[in-house]
């Protein structure tokens, strides 16, 4: 009588006592182990698509997706905005002797004034942006040219910023606060908003200059050298300024010692880099009066005043001033709606479609069995 053993091991791929070419061991065999997780017997769950579930799943996705998109488009579409192009490349714009005249190097500012019409007044809070076309500023060594530690008032770094500044990292022996391409390249136009009155009076719109900033950057990442003292000259002594600066960091706002030196809100806005070419900041804050029923900007005539520090022929670039209202849901773009209300059809559609041809060959496939 012959008996068989069984061997769990051998099962495996493991067979003891086997000798190798490198003397007493064990072969190994690339089989794998006998487990649920290696031999795929784990417990699973597969669903079984059929038609009653997939055609109410698209109908159903198809009437949520409708009704949110066509409510995020109607939101979008209700924010007011009102934009002018101020580049000055056309010879019969106000702006183009600044535009061809004016270099970083100028020391002597150029105004121009822009009439404009509002036709329907603006309630609410309005918010004031500047815009830039054809400035990259996602470009890999642009967005890391800046020293964060320096950024948050450490003082090592404020006299000896890190090498990724270069070049914009010494200035005469001196280190240059706020270093790198970013700080560099800080917008720096002046916009002013006048309204003419039909009586021929004129008043300037009061624009807010702090609460632009994300109140993390503002009070977390960015932070003025020495604490709490506000002599910033004596914080920043033995530094200088970037290369295309008309003023030290410390003279950005000299009124407001809270919105000065680093934690100069324009500034926190600026070292916010875009990640696309074409983009918007955020400039000022046109603030609605309280218990005033009066819009915020009324209907009628204005003028655009600007200081033109910027150049953007060098890149050929554009710049623009946008005032806008925003909602619930932001400023305006109409994406999100198009995108919800494009899903929602698509998906309706094919529900029709999946229903008509289910209804037309779903019970021929039913008759097609073969008998026993």
Not at 47 to 58: N, S
Not at 153 to 168: A, F, H, I, V
Not at 181 to 201: C, H, K, R, W
Not at 291 to 319: A, C, E, H
Request: glycine letters at 8%.
């Amino acid at each position: 009588m012959m008996a068989s053993s069984y061997n769990a091991k051998e099962e495996d791929g493991h067979h003891s006592g086997a000798v190798g070419p490198g003397g007493a061991g064990t072969v190994k065999i690339k089989k794998p182990d006998n487990t649920a997780f290696k031999q795929q017997r784990l417990p699973a769950w597969q669903p079984i698509l059929t038609a009653g579930t997939v055609l109410p799943a698209f109908f159903v996705i198809g009437l949520i997706f409708i009704p949110i998109g066509i409510g995020l488009f109607v939101t979008s579409n209700n924010i007011k905005e009102f934009e002018i192009d101020y580049t000055g490349m056309e010879e019969s714009s106000p702006c183009y002797v600044c535009a061809h005249n004016y270099s970083w190097n100028n020391t002597t500012p150029c105004i121009c004034l822009i009439p404009f019409v509002l036709d329907q007044p603006f309630e609410s809070n309005v918010f004031m942006y500047y815009g830039l076309s054809n400035f990259y500023q996602n470009h890999r060594r642009y967005v890391k040219s800046r020293d964060d530690s320096q950024l948050n008032g450490d003082k090592t770094s404020l006299l000896n910023p890190s090498k990724e500044c270069e070049p914009y990292r010494k200035s005469n022996g001196l280190s240059i606060a706020p270093c790198g391409a970013i700080a560099n390249s800080l917008f720096n136009d002046t916009l002013e908003l006048i309204y003419n009155f039909p009586n021929g009076t004129t008043i300037t719109i009061p624009l807010m200059r702090k609460g632009i900033a994300w109140w993390t950057d503002k009070h977390v990442k960015f932070r003025n050298p020495g604490g709490n003292d506000n002599n910033l000259t004596t914080a920043f002594a033995g530094t200088a300024k970037p290369l295309n600066w008309g003023k030290p960091v410390y003279e950005l706002d000299p009124s407001d010692p809270d919105n000065n030196g680093f934690i100069n809100e324009d500034f926190i806005v600026w070292m916010r880099t875009a990640a696309l070419p074409t983009f918007r900041k955020l400039y000022r804050i046109i603030q609605k009066k309280k218990d005033n029923m009066m819009p915020t900007l009324p209907q009628g005539n204005y003028t655009l005043n600007i200081t033109y520090n910027y150049p953007v022929r060098s890149f050929d670039g554009q710049k623009r001033m946008i005032l806008s209202t925003i909602s619930w849901m932001g400023g305006k773009n109409p994406f999100l709606g198009i995108a919800y209300i494009t899903v929602g059809s698509v998906c309706f559609f094919l529900g029709v479609v999946l229903l008509i041809i289910h209804h037309k060959y779903g019970s021929r496939n039913n008759n097609a069995d073969i008998p026993n």
